[in-house]
Structures are given as structure tokens and as C-alpha cells.
């Protein structure tokens, strides 16, 4: 985090885990959004000064390239807006700047503006934007990283969450809100973060953990009433220390999919926890399939069902896995433990044993 008067600052270890998965996502997002032939909207809602001390880029500058060299071509023939938002002058100055260095010429339908003022105070006029996307159903992005709690109320979140095709990737500092939960003159501010006074139950709460796990929950139920149907989650550590949470919300199991699978590929290399709205808590660096396989034998067994539907099941925010692990991981050791059985009429569709094509019907016995 940069103190007030920084204009670039070194990026630490964690925050570089945000931006890899980040980075990893909009790679497996803009290649599916290209097929719709409306607009993209991709907002930074803090986009700082598009550089750090260290080397390593700024998130704008992570959307543009994957954008610009995104080895998809219809990515790049694709109209897309990008709205950076920055409070500060100077790094908004610092990010046109290297944005001119680093892209002096701009795809033909690649438009870029910029906002000098805080996030919530620039809906106003992000929110034009954001409507000629609802009324075309365009896909839009939310990139939402503020270093406090006061300048991202849920009503702002709620309000991007009105077009179905819409995502937001939120930043949410724990540490930050657990140091002021019992602050008279901060709770104006966690009324507005959660949309509503319901976390004021935790103060009740003498467990560290179960507090934590109470605003995550009332934080991730809240992005659903905003239309979310699916938030996943993950936590960024500095060695042992929980630094921040970064919540993704999605009206698309698909997207939410994406996201995990984004995640289970960076997270190797970084330091993450990383929860479903399952419940579950998955190291990726140590993985036992055993609770993806009791996941779906729960919801699923005693009934006929495609592999398609486990898909949708397990790429959702039902689980901590994605899609592309069950069939491998879960439906064939289910099948050499003798608890899987395919439709009689389904068998000749399988050109050898323990493969499921996404239209045979299987069931799981109890």
C-alpha cells in the first residue's frame, strides 16, 4: 500500500498475485465477450499511476495489453472502452503518460478515458457508460481496488450489477475493517461497504476467525442480492498474515469458472487461500480431489444426469474446483470405485472406458 504523498510505489508480493489472476482472466474473458458484437466496458475504479517502483505494471496497463496482443484477432477488432479512474492527479498523470509510452497508437476501436476523482464519485458520469451496455446487454468489468473501505459502497456495486453481462473484482481489506469495527465515526462507512447495518452483529463475535468468516459471508450474500449468482473468493497473505480478500462476482457460472480456473493456475506461485461460496478451502499446491468427488456424489447421486450438468455444478460458486478437473478427478475414480454407471443407452456413444462426452447420462449410486 503507498503512503498519501507517493506517486509510484514498489508493488508488493500479494498485490502481484491480484494482477497475475487478473491478467489470467481478462486472457480467458476477452476471447468469449469478442463473439458479442456490442461494446466492452472495462472499468479500473483505482488504476493509480500504471507503474511501480519495482518494474511490474499497473492493472490498466495489464488490461490494454491483453487486450492489444491477445493472439485472438477478433479481441482486437472489437470495440472496447477503457474507463481508468483516479483520485490522485498526479499518478493520473504518471498513468496517461506511460499509457502514451507504451501505446502510441491504439487499436481503431479501442477508446481510452480517464476520470480525475474518486470511484464513487465518477458513476455519475461512468454510469452513462455503464447504461448503453445494459441496453445492449454488453459484457462490462469492474476492476474495483481501493486502499480503505469509504470510496466502494455495495449501492455502486448494486448499480454495475444491473446488466446481467456485468463483473466486478473487488478488493475488501479485512484488517483494515476489523481495526475500526467498534469506531463510532467509521461505521457510517461499513453501513455503505455492506449496504446495510447487519455487520454490526460481529461486534458480538469474540473469535477472530468467525469474525472474519461472518463479514465474508454477509459481504458475499449482499453481491448476490445485487444479482451476483455467483462470488467466489480468495486471500492474499504476506507470509502468514492475512493482508486482503479479492471477491469476484458474476451473473455466470461460466465467468465464475474462468475465475477459478484463473486462480488455480496462479496460485501455485503466490500466497493464496482461496474459498468457495461452498464453504470449501483449497491449497492448490496440495490438492485432494476427495472433496470435489463427495461434492458432486451429494448433489447428484441417485439421479440420472449429463456431464454437463456436473460441469455447471462444479464451475460455479458451489465448489472450489472448476470444470475442466471433474471428469478426470471425480468421475473416473467414481467409476473405478464401481460407483458410477452409464445409461445403457448412452454406451455406445463412448469411444473407450472413462471418458464422458457432456450429452451421455451417468449416474452416481448412493
Known sequence: MPKNKEIVWELEEHSLGKHLVFKKYLNAWLPILSKWHGRLLIIDGFAGPGEYKNGY??????????????????????????????????????????????????????????ADASFDEAMDDLLSYVEVQNKNLAPCFAMIDPFGVSDTPMSVI???????????????????????????????????????????????????????????????????????????????????????SIFFATQSWKG????????????????????????????????????????????????????????EFVGSDNTVYHSSQFKKNALKPLEQRGKLVIHDDDLPKRSRRFTYRNDIRLMILP
Open 57 to 114: 505494471l499497473g492493472s490498466p496497463i495489464i488490461a490494454l495489453e491483453a487486450a492489444i496482443s491477445h493472439r485472438h484477432h477478433a479481441v482486437r477488432d472489437q470495440e472496447i472502452v477503457f474507463y481508468f479512474v483516479e483520485s490522485n492527479k498526479k499518478r493520473l498523470e504518471n498513468l496517461k503518460k506511460v499509457v502514451a509510452e507504451k501505446f502510441p497508437s491504439l487499436p481503431d476501436k479501442f477508446q481510452v478515458r480517464y
Open 256 to 311: 465464475a469458472d474462468k475465475m477459478k480456473a484463473a486462480i488455480w493456475d496462479v496460485a501455485p506461485s503466490g500466497d493464496f487461500v482461496f474459498r468457495s461460496g461452498g464453504g470449501q478451502e483449497l491449497d492448490v499446491t496440495c490438492v485432494d480431489y476427495e472433496s470435489l468427488i463427495d461434492s458432486i456424489s451429494a448433489r447428484f447421486a441417485g439421479s440420472w444426469v449429463t456431464p454437463a450438468q456436473i460441469a
Open 158 to 244: 448494486h448499480r454495475i450489477l444491473r446488466n446481467r453481462r456485468a463483473e466486478v473484482y473487488v478488493s475488501v481489506m479485512y484488517e483494515f475493517i476489523n481495526r475500526f469495527l467498534h469506531s463510532k465515526e467509521f461505521a457510517p462507512h461499513l453501513t455503505e461497504l455492506f449496504g446495510g447495518n447487519e455487520w454490526m452483529d460481529v461486534q458480538l463475535i469474540a473469535d477472530r476467525s468467525e469474525r472474519k468468516k461472518f463479514l465474508y459471508d454477509l459481504y458475499k450474500r449482499k453481491l448476490k442480492e445485487s444479482r451476483a449468482t455467483n462470488a467466489v473468493h480468495f486471500e492474499l497473505l504476506k507470509g502468514n498474515r492475512h493482508v486482503y
